[in-house]
């Protein structure tokens, strides 16, 4: 299990500009250049090209505040395998691209893992409070529809489960080993990576229905974020600090959308906080 330690092999180096293309003219999804800060940031997406962002109002992220409900929702099953990854930094964030045949099942619905990628700080924030990280898991079910699961990421003592001295490998020091510290280079991971390492023990979540949180800030996104945070190294988030020190959208107003918690598994309902 403990072969090479070097890990990643240069597959590509692709040649798009950060963003994507400049933009062309009005039609919908232009490809407009943005960015975390100054005139290309959050708050002009809207006039870049990128409408919904503006006058969405399903928006992510969000703060989970004191409101949500404590409901009978369905367990989240995930069925994730270890592979070998396709790392992309793409100027916005590193993006480890999963292969078929890893998923979540939420009820009769199940979703394929697509992909997962960080932001920094959090971008959802629970009661005002951020945290030094936030992985999404980005799923997609058969017609097309988006479901992604965010963890919380804090700074701390790493767990073996989550991978963090390299034993089994797949884990968190493999994931951070891995990151392209050039925008537009892809890099495979010759480690098999385990997305399974970046969730917490308890299962209870928060759900609501957002969106993506980058342009075009697509709505008809269902969110489930783990209650429970997850632990890396500081010199991990230093890693990836060190390539993106803010990649993170701000909360969006909640408007009308109700907010659901999940208990952890076998819980009673009503536990809140
Ligand atoms: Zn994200």
Not at 38 to 59: D, F, I, M, T, V
Not at 94 to 119: M, N
Not at 122 to 149: C, D, F, R, W
């Amino acid at each position: 299990m403990n072969k090479a330690v070097g890990c990643l092999v240069v597959a590509a180096a692709m040649l798009w500009p950060a963003g994507g293309a400049r933009a062309g003219s009005g039609g919908g999804g232009s490809g407009a250049h943005w960015s975390y800060e100054g005139a290309e940031g959050p708050a002009n997406w809207g006039s870049l090209g990128y409408p919904l962002c503006a006058s969405g109002k399903n928006q992510s992220p969000i703060d989970i505040g004191g409101n949500a409900a404590a409901t009978d929702l369905d367990e989240i099953q995930f069925k994730y395998a270890p592979a070998p990854i396709q790392v992309k930094n793409n100027g916005h964030t590193i993006q480890f691209d999963y292969p078929p045949g890893s998923f979540i099942t939420v009820g009769a619905q199940r979703f394929e893992l697509v992909q997962f990628h960080f932001h920094t700080p959090s971008e959802n924030t629970i009661q005002g409070k951020s945290y030094p990280m936030e992985v999404h898991l980005v799923h997609k079910n058969a017609e097309g529809g988006l479901a992604v699961v965010g963890v919380m990421m804090q700074t701390g003592q790493v767990e073996a489960a989550h991978g963090g001295h390299g034993a089994e490998g797949g884990g968190l020091e493999t994931i951070f080993g891995a990151l392209p510290a050039a925008a537009n280079l892809t890099l495979t991971s010759e480690r098999a990576i385990d997305a399974g390492r970046l969730l917490p023990h308890d299962t209870g979540y928060y759900h609501w229905m957002g969106s993506l949180t980058t342009p075009p800030c697509s709505e008809g996104v269902r969110w489930f974020l783990m209650k429970e945070p997850i632990t890396i190294a500081p010199a991990q988030l230093t890693r990836f600090q060190t390539i993106f020190a803010n990649n993170a959208r701000p909360v969006q107003p909640l408007n009308s959308r109700n907010l659901f918690i999940k208990a952890r598994s076998g819980g009673g309902a009503g536990a809140g906080h």
